[in-house]
């Protein structure tokens, strides 16, 4: 969700060969990439699943997002549960392989 309130779905689309899975957030984040605003600011990220447990992002969607919206908020949602403050993204990978880290 950026600063105005626009949400930026996505799903999974699922593969035999699990690398070829296309996650939702990564989905998601394709989609606002795609068409946000130049100045849209990502300030929440929403995951569901339509039952138990909460649902959390693979490691790939955990980089992505570390990457790219590191100060963003995390919410889940399971089922018909009300969504949970989960952390922010960059708690999710708390070392990941951006900035001055790439490259050595």
Known sequence: MDQ???FYPGVNV???SYSLTSCAERNAFAHYMALAPNDAVVVAVYIASSKP???LPCGACRHVLCEHLPQAMVFVIAGD?????AGDVSDFMPAPFVGPTVGR
């Not at 549960?81 to 403050?85: D, G, K, S, T």
Request: aromatic share 8%; no cysteine.
């Open 4 to 6: 105005r309130g626009n």
């Open 14 to 16: 699922e593969s035999g």
């Open 53 to 55: 447990p909460e649902p």
């Open 81 to 85: 549960r009300a969504p949970e403050y």
